[in-house]
């Protein structure tokens, strides 16, 4: 990297660390640690959940499964950005007019039962080590690639990097770090994405066509099959994608950080157009990539295609855009693993150290405490895991935490909204099964045991043949929370009543 490079690099990074000092200073509360205070508007909040969303995986991995796969890789962008329309129109309003700080809050809203928390804080912890593990992963691969370090010193870097803006600053800094990049990376993927057009006079029709002989996959490349050969194995990822959004504990709790339900639609909108303007630009990421840098170079570079961005910007604009595109990337890690982070130390210590252990006699200090400690707990396991997945697609990785938030905590959500009969029993019963048979399913599936060496993480032959399970672990959380109500058979048809007007109109 350029001197001049690397001086880009260190002052995007630089001015994260300084959002983070800033808000230190005001981050005095367990709600302005947790949820900023509630304080952010809704184009705020919509560019932070937009930040928030537009991970690795989305910059990273989509570049390279577009790059390396053709039209197989778009199905990533195509199923994130639909996805919203199921946060926006099912869940955003009940949850935000329900929840205080996590998932968990919103559910025992309805049941108020140690075991419904316990519970809902395990699968809370289960998807942000899952998408923990996809950013780290990431990371690590783009900081070998710019600074020549070796991946284990990469991880640790960011690792220490996102454990401070969380320890300091909290939900503040984390959702003005998210607003920053999320305006950088538009900024860096309009850039990249006209240069491309370029190369091909502007011309939409003409990319297409010459994509045809530009790739060795020829005529292959703009058709479905190339990667995922199996239509079963094609839908069940889709509906990990579309359906997990609504699950995801960081995403969710960016609903807790505005004043009222109203905000947060208008949060979700505002997230809806940047996110979708994006994953549209993913194309010309993809495209030139694939045309500009090289399937070789690109595999070469990363064998899971996660550089295929950064040699892009390299390609047509040199070290400079390289490097404005690197620390992007980066800032964009930064700030999606802090999100994950406050999500995941939320449920340890409000969740299951607040409100289980203490039974909600705990102070301010206290709170703050725990959640500080929550958050180191939580960045070291998750260092240690990607420390292991190194050769793993970061696209691939965060389609399996959708899959467990889809499995475990969708079908609780929904039922606890619109179910009167729903109770106690389902709501653990239906978790639980969406959370273990999403994890035992991955377990004995390709991605971990694959008769190749290297091609997995064990070698050996699959029971489970498909590569996502969520076509299976989806329908198994909700006939599990279906069982578990009426086996248990009880319900409180006047709390139901309480929390439909309070879903709807927010009234206390």
């Avoid at 900023?36 to 690795?56: C, E, K, M, R, V």
């Avoid at 996102?162 to 860096?188: C, D, E, H, P, R």
């Avoid at 420390?387 to 697609?393: G, S």
């Avoid at 039922?415 to 994890?439: D, P, R």
Wanted: glycine content about 10%.
């Amino acid at each position: 990297m350029s001197g001049v490079g690397l001086l880009l690099f260190v002052l995007i990074v630089g001015l994260t660390l300084v959002i983070t000092y800033w808000a230190a200073k005001r981050t005095k509360t367990a709600s302005e640690f947790y949820t900023a205070g509630g304080g952010l508007t809704g184009w705020q909040n919509g560019l932070a959940i937009a930040g928030d969303y537009l991970s690795a995986a989305s910059f990273l991995g989509i570049a390279g499964a577009i790059a390396l796969n053709g039209f197989d890789g778009f199905f990533y962008s195509i199923g994130y950005l639909v996805a919203y329309l199921v946060v926006l129109y099912i869940v955003a309003e009940p949850l935000r007019n329900l929840g205080k700080y996590t998932i968990a809050d919103m559910i025992t809203a309805r049941f108020n039962q140690k075991k419904v928390r316990a519970v809902a804080a395990l699968s809370t912890i289960t998807i942000v080590i899952f998408y923990m593990i996809a950013q780290l992963v990431g990371a690590g691969a783009l900081i070998q690639l710019l600074l020549g370090i070796d991946y284990w010193v990469a991880v640790l870097l960011v690792g220490v990097m996102m454990t401070t803006y969380v320890l300091f600053g909290g939900m503040t800094a984390t959702s003005w770090v998210q607003i920053t990049k999320a305006v950088l990376l538009m900024i860096g993927t309009v850039v990249i994405s006209f240069l491309v057009l370029a190369k091909f006079n502007f011309n939409i029709f003409t990319m297409f066509s010459e994509m045809k002989t530009l790739t060795p996959l020829g005529e292959d490349y703009l058709n479905p099959g190339v990667k995922y050969k199996v239509p079963l194995d094609t839908i069940s990822m889709m509906a990990a994608l579309v359906l997990g959004t609504a699950g995801l504990p960081h995403i969710l709790m960016r609903f807790f950080t505005v004043k009222d339900a109203k905000t947060a639609r208008s949060s979700v909108v505002t997230a809806t157009w940047v996110v979708g303007i994006f994953y549209i630009l993913t194309i010309f990421l993809g495209f030139g990539a694939a045309a500009f840098v090289g399937s070789t170079d690109i595999i070469a570079a990363n064998a899971a295609g996660n550089m295929a961005a950064p040699l892009l910007a390299k390609a047509l604009g040199g070290d400079f855009l390289m490097s404005f595109v690197s620390a992007v990337a980066f800032a964009t890690i930064l700030a999606v693993v802090a999100g994950l982070v406050l999500s995941g130390a939320s449920a340890f210590a409000h969740d299951i150290y607040g409100q289980i252990i203490k039974k909600g006699q705990i102070t301010e200090k206290q709170q703050m405490l725990a959640a500080r400690y929550a958050s180191i707990s939580v960045s070291v396991l998750s260092i240690i895991l990607a420390l292991f997945a190194q050769k793993m697609n970061v696209a691939f990785l965060v389609s399996l935490a959708f899959c467990v938030a889809a499995s475990a905590n969708l079908p609780v959500i929904l039922f606890t909204i619109y179910w009167k009969k729903f109770n106690t029993a389902g709501a653990v019963t239906g978790m639980l099964t969406g959370l273990i048979t999403a994890l035992v399913l991955v377990a004995i599936s390709p991605n971990v045991l694959n008769p190749v060496a290297g091609a997995a993480i064990l070698v050996g032959d699959p029971i489970f043949p498909l590569t996502n399970p969520a076509i299976v672990s989806i329908p198994a959380g909700f006939i599990g929370a279906y069982i578990g109500t009426v086996v248990a058979n009880r319900h409180d048809e006047k709390k139901y009543a309480e929390v439909m007007v309070k879903a709807n109109t927010g009234v206390k």
